[in-house]
């Protein structure tokens, strides 16, 4: 996967003769993606506006953060590019319904996860653009980087080009939401939703989160005070990934001690075995037949409860109740948060 072009540091985001700025924009959805990406694109000189369901309880926040807010069905028939943020499962529905009726040849649909379009979920017609733009970070990030003068990185991918000037747009869209400054990677709707399901479930939130809970709770069950086990299965796993981030695993071990270094590699790979890996095996062969897509949007189209009980059960458990103490102690915490609930 070659880079289509090197990171930028450069302060302002996009040349403001740039033909994409002359485009009338419409993000569906404002939810983190589309609150991250709607404000630096609007920063970026965009002409961008929300479209969002009648009764949304997030028109407030989209009004408040300086947007136009329009309805779905408006947005399909008068905007040159329709930036679908919209939860996964909810793409279909809405396109068959809301959008699709609308379109017209030349327009472009720009996604942010292939997820949809993948699992036929989405058919787009003939005669319209159909690209992709994937920060790789959750919105609030995407925000926070660009604010800060960075950006967050960003794969793009061509499903239809009817215009002739698809990665065009999609390199001029990565530009003005600062991705470019972190650097753009051109893949596949298929890869980019495949290796992106697979890193959510086995390691960035679903390994990391279970990993941190067992961690936890084997320390907790041992006899240990709780808030020992916070820091060193939970607080302290930033800096270690910070260090991962900034240099690799190797500047990581570079940075701890020999015998923390020694634990990392005689110890780790007991935890995390073989059997591990088979089973992500297991969970990366249900993402690439269908199996995970299948499941997730009959657990949406029954009214998610499974999701919600075991997010509740979570919520209640001794690490959040302990952290949430500890953190309160922490008064850095509160400056310059990426997510403040009230309003992105």
Request: proline letters at 5%.
């Amino acid at each position: 996967m070659p880079t289509t072009d090197p990171p930028s540091k450069a302060q302002g985001a996009i040349d403001p003769k740039t033909p994409f700025l002359q485009k009338s924009i419409a993000v569906l959805g404002f939810g983190s993606q589309g609150f991250g990406q709607a404000c630096n694109l609007k920063d970026s000189g965009a002409n961008v506006s929300i479209a969002l369901r009648s009764g949304s309880p997030t028109i407030e926040k989209a009004q408040a953060a300086g947007f136009n807010v329009t309805t779905i069905e408006d947005a399909a028939k008068t905007a040159d590019v329709l930036v679908i943020l919209l939860p996964d499962v909810q793409h279909g529905p809405v396109f068959k319904s809301q959008i699709a009726p609308h379109l017209r040849r030349g327009q472009t649909l720009v996604f942010s996860h292939g997820f949809s379009v993948l699992y036929g979920e989405v058919s787009p017609p003939e005669g319209i653009d159909v690209i992709l733009v994937a920060p790789k970070g959750p919105g609030h990030l995407v925000r926070g980087e660009y604010q800060r003068g960075r950006g967050v990185p960003a794969l793009i991918a061509i499903h239809q080009d009817a215009t002739g000037t698809a990665k065009q747009t999609a390199m001029a869209y990565a530009e003005a939401i600062g991705a470019k400054r972190g650097g753009v990677i051109e893949t596949t709707f298929k890869n980019e939703t495949e290796t992106d399901l697979f890193g959510e479930q086995a390691v960035l939130c679903g390994g990391a989160t279970a990993l941190v809970k067992a961690g936890f709770e084997t320390l907790v069950e041992a006899g240990y005070p709780a808030e020992l086990a916070y820091f060193e299965c939970l607080h302290e796993l930033k800096l270690i990934v910070d260090l991962m981030y900034e240099g690799g695993i190797d500047d990581m071990r570079y940075s701890i001690s020999d015998t923390a270094r020694y634990g990392d590699v005689s110890r780790g790979p007991r935890v995390i075995d073989a059997s591990v890996k088979a089973r992500m095996k297991e969970v990366l062969t249900e993402i690439q037949n269908g199996t995970f897509a299948r499941e997730w949007i009959a657990e949406v189209q029954a009214g998610t409860p499974n999701l919600k009980a075991k997010v509740a059960a979570d919520a209640g458990h001794e690490i959040e109740r302990v952290g949430k103490t500890l953190r309160d102690g922490m008064a850095w915490l509160g400056e310059a948060k990426f997510v403040d609930r009230k309003v992105n």
